[in-house]
């Protein structure tokens, strides 16, 4: 983190906490320069990028001041779903979301891509070229049924970050975190058996459960801790739960990330009830705090979470390169791999193993932490702005996500409709959940550069929810 973005964040936490009231005069630039031991330029970007967060507002030959502003919308509370095995619905609506996200012109607010326009890329361009011109007869034969071990080499180094001890001989490769985490429900599960999850929960997931004939018994879960082991433990105690999935570092949509004391919690719990843990970590790179959270998969001394992850949020989506780190269940899930999907493109492989070992991975995430973070404030301050009073917001602890909820009666499935003839996407909170629950709610996509024209489309968005209110 550079010197400016350092202290705009300590002087974002000192107004959020009050010490620096609304309407007051901070202190000067030059003040703040001798106070910090930081130069005049680094305090001037420094107070920019908190004018942007709409934090501070310049008054010219008197200083800089505290914004006057709504207050802080609340969290929401802990999500409370019909805890019954039901079947998966919605996938018309996920099928209408999945193609607007392409149509030119769209803002799609609705959709999880990255950011893809950061010069940190560049070198994984380049090892792709290179890759193309250098390794013809590599990249166009078979590739070895768990991937390249290179990548998986390097793999194995990323996941000492979390805790998790493992060699390459312990990972495969798959399409992306959705194949990982298909391949590690196929291995485990048959039609009619039931899974537990959180909820709201990521709709992909929901609509790979409903592909696998799978029924779904969603879990109450907190914004801010995760699910709730009580209400889990209840729910084995009543319904033949063959597996749990959680998300529980930079959660999709809540944001949230799971203490220690937690995820030990939900180990031991599955450890008695003698059932998997499906571990989602595709966005536990991008948590703001470092070093990033631990998984639940470094605590496992039986083998029986199956750990899933990709590229997909760090890096990109179009490289389809994931993994799974299935414990004692590796040799159903390279059968169940060999099976359903054969083996992977060498290509990005290659060119991936290379971005990550010559130091250009850690150097990218790094820099989009701080951007997403930068993003999460910029929007929320937006959604602050915009949107009607009586809302709450999720305090994201990583990734780009932002789940909003407003009162019962809006219904954002309507407001999504409406939103989709200004060529505004946004993805409702009814796609979260198995039952339909949450139709008061949306999830924010906010990887999309805070401009002018994505400032404005919150603004329209902000409209059609305030018309809602009112009819």
């Given amino acids: 983190m550079t010197r400016y973005q350092h202290l705009a964040n300590l002087l974002a936490e000192r107004i959020e906490q009050g010490l620096y009231r609304s309407g007051e005069r901070l202190p000067s630039v030059r003040a703040l320069s001798q106070e910090h031991g930081v130069s005049i330029s680094t305090v001037q970007q420094a107070y920019q990028i908190l004018e942007n967060l709409q934090l501070i507002t310049p008054q010219p030959r008197s200083g800089y001041f505290v914004a006057h502003r709504k207050a802080q919308p609340p969290v929401p509370a802990m999500s409370r779903p019909v805890q019954r095995p039901v079947e ?36 994984l361009w380049k090892e792709l070229s290179r890759v193309v011109q250098h390794n013809v007869n590599e990249i166009l034969s078979y590739d070895e049924l768990p991937g390249r071990r290179e990548l998986r080499e390097q ?24 194949s990982a985490l298909s391949l590690a429900l196929l291995t485990i599960c048959k039609p009619g058996d039931i899974v537990a ?56 949509p ?6 220690e004391a ?21 966005c536990g790179e991008l948590a703001y705090e470092y070093p990033r959270p631990s998984s639940i998969h470094s605590l496992d001394i039986d083998g029986r979470v199956l750990l899933c992850n990709s590229f997909t949020k760090t890096v990109a989506p179009g490289l389809r390169v994931g993994w799974i780190a299935p414990g004692r269940y590796y040799d159903r899930v390279m059968h169940m791999k060999y099976a359903a999907s054969g083996t992977n493109v060498p290509s990005s492989q290659l060119a991936l193993a290379a971005f990550i070992r010559e130091g250009y991975y850690h150097r990218h995430v790094r820099r989009m932490r701080q951007i997403y973070q930068q993003n999460i404030e910029t929007y929320t301050c937006w959604v602050r702005q915009f949107f009607p009073c009586g ?14 909820e407003l009162p019962e009666h809006v219904d954002m499935v309507c407001v999504a409709r409406e939103l989709s003839r200004f060529n505004i996407q946004i993805a ?28 404005m489309a919150v603004e329209q968005m902000g409209e059609a929810v305030n018309m809602a209110m009112e009819e």
Wanted: charge should be neutral.
């Fill in 254 to 259: 809540l944001g949230f990330i799971m203490p």
């Fill in 155 to 178: 793999i194995a180094r990323l996941m000492l970050d979390a805790g998790s001890v493992v060699t390459a001989d312990d990972l495969i490769i798959t399409s992306g975190c959705h």
């Fill in 262 to 282: 937690r995820k030990r919690q939900l180990l031991a719990l599955a450890q008695r009830h003698d059932i998997v843990i499906f571990e989602d970590d595709i």
């Fill in 88 to 123: 998966v619905t919605h996938w018309d609506e996920i099928l209408t979301l999945m193609e607007g996200r392409t149509k030119t012109g769209i803002t799609a607010f609705g959709g999880g891509q990255p950011d893809l326009s950061q010069p940190t890329l560049k070198p």
């Fill in 391 to 404: 809302i709450c917001v999720t305090r994201p602890k990583g990734s780009y996500m932002l789940w909003v």
């Fill in 428 to 455: 409702a909170g009814s796609l979260f959940s198995a039952s339909g629950k949450y139709r008061n709610c949306l999830r924010i996509n906010c990887a999309l550069p805070p401009n002018e024209k994505h400032r």
């Fill in 197 to 252: 999850l959180e909820s709201p929960s990521f709709y992909g997931t929901m609509q790979m459960l409903r592909g696998l004939g799978i029924k779904a018994i969603e879990i109450p879960t907190d914004p801010g801790t995760g699910i709730s082991v009580e209400a889990l433990e209840l729910a084995l105690e009543q319904w033949p739960i063959k597996g749990v999935i959680v998300v529980p570092n930079c959660n999709n």
